[in-house]
């Protein structure tokens, strides 16, 4: 089952103010868990969102019926 990645406006404002290498490693990695989320990514405390850990960075995501939403 393969889940459909929508970016929030702030995630998309964050990546272009990177530079472009993590920007592209943090795509790159998102996509990557698009197949499978829950073998790669880790549930937050007390949250229902989960983290994905690329690098120095943390990406919050909300998996929600098929949709990837991306913090």
């Known amino acids: 089952m393969t889940w459909e990645v929508i970016w929030s406006e702030k995630s998309v404002k964050q ?3 990177m530079d472009t290498k993590n920007a592209q490693k ?3 990695s998102v ?3 698009v197949e499978t989320p829950f073998q790669i990514v880790t ?3 007390n949250s229902p969102f989960y ?3 690329v690098g120095n960075y ?3 995501l909300d ?3 098929n949709k990837m939403i991306i913090f």
């Open 26 to 28: 943090i795509y790159d």
């Open 63 to 65: 998996l929600q019926q």
């Open 58 to 60: 943390r990406v919050i």
């Open 43 to 45: 549930r937050l405390t």
């Open 31 to 33: 996509l990557d868990c």
């Open 15 to 17: 990546l272009e103010k």
């Open 51 to 53: 983290k994905l850990l």
